[in-house]
Each structure stands twice: as C-alpha cells, then as structure tokens.
C-alpha cells in the first residue's frame, strides 16, 4: 500500500492522516477495473505470459501530484508482486518531464492497469493542481477555500482528497456528516428560525450552516442563532457590509460564480470562507504518459 516519505513535510503527515482506508481504496479500484476490464484484456493477450516490463511515469506539464494510492492499488489488484518506486509524493509540485515513479511487473498485467493508474493520477492532480491555484490566489489572508458537492460521479472521496493535496479545504462529504439549510428548505419550514430550530433537533450535533441571500436574511439568521452563514451571490459591497453586521458572531462563507480571478477581492472583504465548486467539477487532466521497457 501507498506510503508518504517520513522526511517529508507536516502537510504530508496531514495526507496521510486523510487518505481513505485501503479497504476503501481497493473497492474503489476494483469498480474502476471492471468497468474496463470486463472478461479480460484481449489486446494484452498478445504478450508472452512471463514476460515482465519495467514501466516509467512521467508528467509532460507542471502539475500538483494527487492519487498515488489509488494508482499503485491497481498496479498490485492485477500484479500483487509488482514493485513501485514513487519518486514524487501526493501535494508535491512536479515539473514538467519529471518521473513520478518506476514499476516493475508483469507486461500483461502492466499494460492492463496502465490506463485505469493513469485516469486516477490525471484526474486526482488536475484537481489538486486547480486547488493549488485557488490556495495560492488567497496566499496570505486568513481564509478557507473549501470545495462543494459538484464532483465526478463515483469521485467524491477522491477528488475531496485531491483538493486536500492541493492545499484548499473540504466542506461536507456529503448529505449525511452536515446540514446545509437552502432557500427550498427555509421555504418548507416557513421561516429562517423555524429552520435552524428543526435543524438542531434532528441533527445530532453536526454542523448546521444556512443560506442567506441578503443583509436583511442574515440578520434573521444571526438573531436565530446562526453559528455558520453562507452569503450566497452577494456583491463585494454586500459582502463588505455582511462582514461588519455580523461583528463576528458567526463564520461567513461567500459562495456563488467564484473564479481565479475574484477569489481574491472576495477574500479581502473578510468573510471566514469561500465554497468553489470549481475545484473539482470542471477539472483538467494533467498530461502523464507511461513509458515500457521489456525486462
């Protein structure tokens, strides 16, 4: 299984602690092979059955590396003798022509998990890489980026991992684990006190974040309570104006249309948080390519 380099950093230890078990990991896999693997690899078959390869994985752009366990659990589920040398560590910046890492393995089973590694890496560091981006556009104030739900079908603990390595936060992993009260729920409870009362009765003690869509709601939700506010779709005026109503009361988050090149005036208005579903539903694969040498 996938290990960080115990020399490296704190933010590494911090991954580490973040990666789902391996049980998780090996399902995951196993889903992602079926799907492609089916009754078995034809093409593959045209190979010797002993023979082994040694294969190189290189990045052809600059990137932020997530996804390495994932990968390296494909390459064991079809070669579980395989051996992986990892020359670069989820939340490291590589270069571009810089190898990732060598494997050693059977050629079937190689060129079987050839793809299936290498969607995992591309897409887990196109979302870290994204992620970097938006940590490094709020560089020096004191601001959480968080990602959203927008995420890949199938992906979600992934890419949440992948923002993670990138250097952004996560928001809830799902319905279950938080409560975000909408405008449809504030509707069907009649009221913005109505809602975060129910929302404390039924929650068990997770957190309760509501929606506000003007200075007007969030001074309702405030006097009701609120500990936790998203102030969807607000100016940076209304922003800037939020932020002094609220006299630190309850934490803010901004959220809505949220680019690289606004993160950092909404940033600078002072709100605590800002939820970017641009982090992982318009992600861009980095480019890798996977190099064979018959051994």
Same mark, same amino acid.
């Given at each position: 299984m996938y290990t960080f380099d115990s020399t490296q950093s704190s933010i590494q230890t911090d991954l580490k602690a973040a990666l789902p078990p391996a049980e998780v990991i090996a399902a995951q896999v196993?889903?992602? &092979?079926?799907?492609d693997l089916g009754d078995g690899d034809l093409t593959a078959q045209l190979l010797p059955v002993g023979q082994r390869s040694r294969a190189e994985l290189i990045t052809r752009e600059d990137a932020v590396l997530a996804g390495c366990a994932w990968a390296e659990a494909v390459c064991y589920a079809l070669d579980p003798d395989a051996r992986i040398r990892w020359e670069a560590c989820d939340g490291e910046p590589v270069a571009a022509g810089q190898r990732l890492c060598v494997i050693e393995g059977r050629s079937r089973a190689l &060129?079987?998990?050839?793809?299936?590694?290498?969607?995992y890496l591309q897409t887990l560091s196109g979302t870290a890489t994204r992620a970097r981006r938006y940590a490094d556009a709020v560089a020096g104030l004191p601001v959480e980026v968080l990602?959203?739900?927008?995420?890949?079908p199938g992906l979600r603990l992934q890419q949440k991992y992948a923002v993670l390595c990138g250097g952004c936060h996560n928001?809830?992993?799902g319905l279950f684990d938080a409560i975000l009260i909408k405008e449809n729920h504030i509707l069907a409870a009649g009221s913005i $006190?109505?809602?975060?009362?129910?929302?404390?009765?039924? +929650? +068990? +003690?997770? $957190?309760?974040?509501?929606?506000?869509?003007? &200075?007007a709601e969030l001074k309702t939700a405030l006097d009701a309570g609120a500990r936790v506010v998203l102030l969807d779709n607000f100016s940076l005026e209304r922003l800037r104006e939020a932020v002094a109503a609220n006299a630190g009361r309850a934490r803010l988050e901004a959220s809505g249309g949220v680019t690289l090149e606004t993160i950092r005036p909404i940033a600078e208005t002072g709100v605590d948080r800002i939820s970017v579903g641009d982090l992982t539903k318009d992600v861009i694969a980095v480019d890798l390519s996977m190099r064979f040498v018959v051994v």
């Open positions: 196993s889903a992602a &092979l079926a799907e &060129l079987s998990a050839e793809r299936t590694a290498m969607n990602d959203t739900r927008k995420t890949l928001h809830r992993q $006190p109505a809602a975060l009362q129910a929302a404390r009765e039924i +929650g +068990g +003690g997770v $957190p309760v974040e509501i929606e506000v869509e003007s &200075l």
